[in-house]
């Protein structure tokens, strides 16, 4: 056999070897739809995996990951948001595509978010009420149109990543004079009289996942160090995190504890991956209205956290990466055709009725804005309903509405069941699911008995 032809009949083998594999099954479980992805290992694989299924709008009730040696094996329990299974094939059939992509490294954010036509925007800076309408005010009068914005605020700071054109053109902004003056005024504006140095604006040519930048701009900003500057009332029950080395296998073993919602294993993979940890087995469950996630990590060179400061500062850090998409205040939905200045002039409004900005997400389908704001009060407290329903006359009471946040849909019969195994378990201890884990790993011949 000539050399050519071996490399061929090699290149082959290397391509089934790696190719991975992912399987959707109706059939195991009767309340969710089993999802399963095996797939060579590399940096980074787990948090692409539950990207795909987060971005869709998926919620993973359960969740095993491990892996043995250069191969990654995860098992995702998943439901639509009404807590039904997946049963449009078209809709597996597109999830399978797109695990099968990351898996092989040819899956690209941009597929799936076209931001291209757009220059996007950073910001971060000190958090006050009314920012984010002196912001749009700013954009509208420099002839800026926001095609997509997401805003994020917590412990007295902002990050936002906006997604602007030219109001005239439609096209992306490009003019050197023009990106320097719109940077220039933002910064003016994010510095208030307070905050001259920590004020950042800057314009990304990258195309990255939005929410992932996001968390990045507040790991940078170290928001999980600073204290907010108004004391709201929490509505959300708080996190619990704690971290212990397995010094026998030499695993650093990281328990988080929150209140169950969309994307939280996002949130938390998302920081575990960008603070430079891998993840080599996981156990992800819900209880109730809780989920409880546990992590096996090391470094990218193999050792586990090394120091209490190391240990302090990755509580820290995941306490945060929840506590900022907790949504805080009440949820305003807008629906309206769109125009140059709608959102300078709802966030102005917003600010003069007394409500405060904690968190929006800002798109346009088809020259109609969709967007969301979580709003409070000016101390950070619930919104007045009669403050809320005097701007909703104001903006319009057909186009903008006052959106009850779903409860997550858990079924009976497996409330029941984990409401047993949990027992007497008071809700401020944290549960492990370290056994729970470990049995998964013997099973699978990774360890030996622990019994």
């Not at 709008?57 to 639509?80: E, Q």
């Not at 984010?132 to 509208?140: C, K, M, Q, R, T």
């Not at 420099?142 to 007295?156: E, Y």
């Not at 004391?231 to 704690?242: C, F, Q």
């Amino acid at each position: 056999m000539e050399w050519s032809a071996c490399l061929d009949e090699y290149e082959k083998l290397v391509i089934r070897m790696t190719t991975p594999r992912v399987v959707i099954d109706n059939a195991v479980c009767p309340t969710s739809t089993v999802v399963k992805v095996d797939s060579a290992r590399k940096h980074g694989i787990l948090l692409e995996a539950v990207q795909v299924l987060t971005d869709l709008n998926l919620s993973i009730k359960k969740a095993y990951i491990s892996s043995d040696g250069r191969w990654f094996m995860d098992v995702f329990h998943v439901t639509d948001l009404n807590g039904n299974k997946l049963t449009d094939e078209s809709v597996i059939n597109y999830i399978e595509q797109l695990l099968a992509l990351q898996s092989l490294g040819s899956f690209h954010y941009g597929q799936t978010n076209d931001f291209s036509g757009s220059t996007a925007l950073e910001l971060t800076g000190t958090d006050r009420v009314g920012l984010l309408s002196e912001v749009f005010a700013v954009l509208s009068d420099l002839q800026c149109s926001v095609a997509d914005a997401k805003v994020w605020t917590h412990n007295g700071r902002i990050a936002s990543l906006i997604h602007v054109t030219d109001s005239n053109s439609g096209a992306p902004i490009e003019n050197v004079q023009l990106i320097s003056l719109i940077e220039a005024r933002l910064r003016n504006v994010l510095k208030g009289d307070n905050d001259i140095r920590s004020a950042k604006t800057s314009v990304s040519m990258a195309v990255t996942h939005t929410e992932r930048r996001l968390h990045q701009m507040m790991f940078a900003d170290r928001d999980y160090e600073r204290k907010p500057i108004l004391e709201s009332v929490p509505t959300h029950s708080p996190v619990a995190v704690t971290v212990q080395n397995w010094l026998e296998r030499g695993y650093s073993v990281v328990n988080v504890q929150a209140k169950d919602r969309t994307k939280l294993l996002f949130d938390v993979v998302c920081t575990l991956t960008d603070m430079g940890y891998i993840v080599f087995h996981a156990t992800v469950n819900t209880i109730g209205d809780r989920g409880y996630m546990e992590f096996y990590i090391r470094h990218q060179d193999g050792t586990p956290i090394s120091s209490e400061a190391e240990r302090q500062r990755v509580i820290q850090c995941l306490e945060a990466a929840v506590e900022r998409r907790a949504s805080e205040g009440v949820r305003l939905e807008l629906s309206t055709p769109d125009r140059q200045g709608l959102l300078a002039d709802v966030t102005r409004t917003f600010r003069e009725n007394g409500l405060n900005v904690t968190r929006a997400e800002v798109s346009t389908m088809k020259e109609t804005a969709q967007n969301v704001f979580y709003v409070t009060d000016v101390m950070g407290k619930s919104a007045d309903g009669k403050i809320i329903e005097s701007v909703r006359e104001k903006i319009g009471l057909s186009c903008l509405r006052v959106k009850e946040l779903p409860p997550l849909v858990y079924h009976k019969e497996g409330r029941e069941r984990d409401e047993q195994a949990v027992g007497g378990v008071a809700g401020t201890v944290l549960l492990s699911l370290g056994s729970m884990v470990r049995k998964n790993l013997y099973n699978l011949g990774l360890i030996r008995s622990y019994s």
